[in-house]
């Protein structure tokens, strides 16, 4: 059964940098894509960013000057970087796994696992 | 970006009854790339469709889906206690991936 757990602190000053990791436990990280989310009152459910087993990412446009998402070699875990944190930032995180969506025109990327999340709030 | 509307923002049902949710995109959803989640508090969203209308494992038959292009809907044929949640539409035709509102819907 695969289950992917996330972690880091659960408090970040104002301009600091969050550094959070997903382990994954029942797959390896070369068989996905694998992307980090949140979600705050606000606005809801935001797609930050996505990392690939060959080591190719793509970001959200509204994070991508503050955003980082690597995996190690040992490809059971993945983790997320995101730079000069503010109130704005506080949020549930969550990472997940995409699933392919095959069509005759080309492949979607849905997520078919999410982690439990965690809560980060950014407070001096 | 894709913006994706739904709509209405809460549902109150009695259990048996149908619910209705939409989801409307602000173009044109690739390949009808459009996913629905449910979310219960204090948990991660768990997917249920995939594709428009294809259910993810495990997802009872009384959740289906449809739609293409810009128009989508999720019905839930006879609601149940344990479906009180809120729904996300998501799409994944295009980056950067984007999801809506949420619809909240309500048992009485």
């Known amino acids: 059964q695969v289950q992917l757990q996330e972690s880091g602190p659960g408090v970040v000053r104002p301009s600091e940098t969050l550094s959070l990791t997903c382990s994954v436990s029942?797959?390896?990280?070369?068989?996905?894509?694998w992307s980090w989310i949140r979600q705050t009152p606000g606005k809801g459910l935001e797609w930050i960013g996505y990392?690939?087993?060959?080591?190719?990412?793509d970001y959200n446009p509204s994070l991508r000057s503050r955003v980082t998402i690597s995996t190690d070699a040992s490809k059971k875990h993945f983790s997320l970087s995101l730079s000069s944190m503010t109130a704005a930032d506080t949020a549930v995180y969550y990472c997940?796994?995409?699933?392919?969506?095959?069509?005759?025109?080309?492949?979607?990327?849905?997520?078919?696992?999410w982690g439990r999340g965690i809560l980060v709030t950014v407070s001096s | 970006e894709i913006v994706l509307t739904q709509s209405p923002g809460t549902l109150s049902l009695s259990p048996g009854e149908r619910a209705t949710l939409s989801c409307r995109a602000s173009?044109?959803?690739?390949?009808?790339?459009l996913g629905w989640y449910q979310q219960k508090p204090g948990q991660a969203p768990r997917l249920l469709i995939y594709?428009?209308?294809t259910r993810a494992t495990g997802i009872p038959d009384r959740f289906s889906g449809r739609g293409s292009g810009t128009d989508f809907t999720l019905t839930i044929s006879r609601l149940e206690p344990e479906d009180s949640a809120v729904y996300y539409c998501?799409?994944?035709?295009?980056?950067?991936?984007?999801f809506g509102q949420g619809t909240k819907v309500e048992i009485k």
């Open positions: 997940a796994r995409h699933d392919a969506d095959v069509s005759a025109t080309g492949t979607g990327w849905f997520f078919d696992l």
């Open positions: 029942g797959a390896s990280i070369s068989s996905s894509y």
């Open positions: 990392i690939h087993y060959t080591g190719s990412t």
């Open positions: 173009q044109s959803v690739r390949n009808n790339y």
């Open positions: 594709g428009s209308s």
């Open positions: 998501q799409q994944y035709g295009s980056s950067p991936w984007t």
